[in-house]
């Protein structure tokens, strides 16, 4: 079974930087695709970016494209979101997700998820 370890949320100030981390359990790391999302109350959940399989290709979207960083690192089983110029609006639970299947730009193939971890952001 796969499960997914979030770490790293906290609070930071206008501005700041913060890296997200997501620890995936198994052997099958380098064949997944890797998502982030983000959710903030009374908003939809936003697809905040990906990073493919073995780490060749990457998505972001426009709100966060510019600032935020996916990375992986297939020797420690790890994805990261690396978070910079934090923005008033960022705050949010955000959640790491894995997509077993071959369309890593497929929202709905995402279907494991992390426990989510919270970003504050304040001046």
């Known amino acids: 079974q796969v499960q997914l370890v979030e770490s790293g949320g906290g609070l930071v100030q206008t501005g700041g930087s913060l890296r997200l981390s997501c620890l995936v359990s198994g052997r099958n790391f380098s064949s997944y695709s890797m998502g982030w999302f983000r959710q903030a109350p009374g908003k939809e959940r936003e697809f905040v970016g990906a990073i493919r399989w073995r780490g060749t290709w990457t998505y972001y979207a426009d709100s966060v494209k510019g600032r935020f960083t996916i990375s992986r690192d297939s020797a420690k089983n790890t994805t990261y979101l690396e978070m910079n110029s934090l923005k008033p609006d960022d705050p949010a639970v955000y959640y790491c997700?894995?997509?077993?299947?071959?369309?890593?730009?497929?929202?709905?193939?995402?279907?494991?998820w992390g426990q989510g971890t919270q970003v504050t952001v304040s001046s």
């Open positions: 997700a894995v997509n077993r299947g071959a369309s890593w730009l497929r929202i709905d193939s995402y279907d494991i």
